[in-house]
Antibody, heavy 114, light 113 residues
Framework: EVQLVESGGGLVQPGGSLRLSCTAS????????TAWVRQAPGKGLDWVAN????????YYADSVKGRFTISRDTAKNSVSLQMNSLRGEDTGVYYC???????WGRGTLVNVSP | DVVLTQSPVSLPAALGQPASISCKSS???????????LNWIHQRPGQSPRRLIY???NRDSGVPDRFSGSGSATDFTLKISRVEAEDVGVYYC??????????FGQGTKLEIK
């Protein structure tokens, strides 16, 4: 089955770090650009970052630039999002999506709270 | 950044009746390659987003033909010809023409009245 599965979410204090992973099955993730999109509780969708097929291009929303790093692991058929200096406003469900956004994972919840 | 404004924000719809959602862009979404990268995304309650329509009017695989997309440049519409119970949830338009960043509309919540 073609799918994306996110993991790594959880409760973290402000200023802390988390590393999210997105693992693909049923297809080769490095054949596609891959993105992270987040959704704050009760709010809409917000693009976070993306990475190209070979990892040579990475782009970030201004709100996370300098704090988040997207990377990919070809051997694990996965993409990761390292999140540092977390803030309350980073709380939400983080979705991984294969571009052009035709496949989304089920999401992983990040809760930044004291 | 490109701002996408959807209307209405809330859409009470009757089963079997048509429904329509508007998405207006702060700038033209026609790309230099001639394509218009405007998607429609559906999110059912408690579920992850799912793309319904890409490049304005192309339905994704498995999307019922009661869904249709239209529009050009800055004005776009998603139409449901006959609303069914499974159509509830939030609909978002999303643009990829002027990405970095990709942007989404604020969402339209469809509920059955």
């Amino acid at each position: 089955e073609v799918q994306l599965v996110e993991s790594g979410g959880g409760l973290v204090q402000p200023g802390g770090s988390l590393r999210l992973s997105c693992t693909a099955s049923g297809f080769i993730l490095t054949d596609y650009w891959t993105a992270w999109v987040r959704q704050a509780p009760g709010k809409g969708l917000d693009w976070v970052a993306n990475i190209n097929e070979d990892g040579s291009e990475r782009y970030y929303a201004d709100s996370v630039k300098g704090r988040f790093t997207i990377s990919r692991d070809t051997a694990k058929n996965s993409v990761s999002l390292q999140m540092n200096s977390l803030r309350g406003e980073d709380t939400g469900v983080y979705y991984c999506a294969k571009e052009p956004y035709d496949l989304w994972g089920r999401g992983t919840l990040v809760n930044v709270s004291p | 950044d490109v701002v996408l404004t959807q209307s209405p924000v809330s859409l009470p719809a009757a089963l079997g009746q048509p429904a329509s959602i508007s998405c207006k862009s702060s700038q033209s979404l026609v790309h230099s390659d001639g394509n218009t990268y405007l998607n429609w995304i559906h999110q059912r309650p408690g579920q992850s987003p799912r793309r319904l329509i890409y490049k304005v009017s192309n339905r994704d695989s498995g999307v019922p033909d009661r869904f249709s997309g239209s529009g050009s440049a800055t004005d776009f519409t998603l139409k449901i010809s006959r609303v069914e119970a499974e159509d509830v949830g939030v609909y978002y338009c999303m643009q990829g023409t002027h990405w970095l960043p990709y942007t989404f509309g604020q969402g339209t919540k469809l509920e059955i009245k």
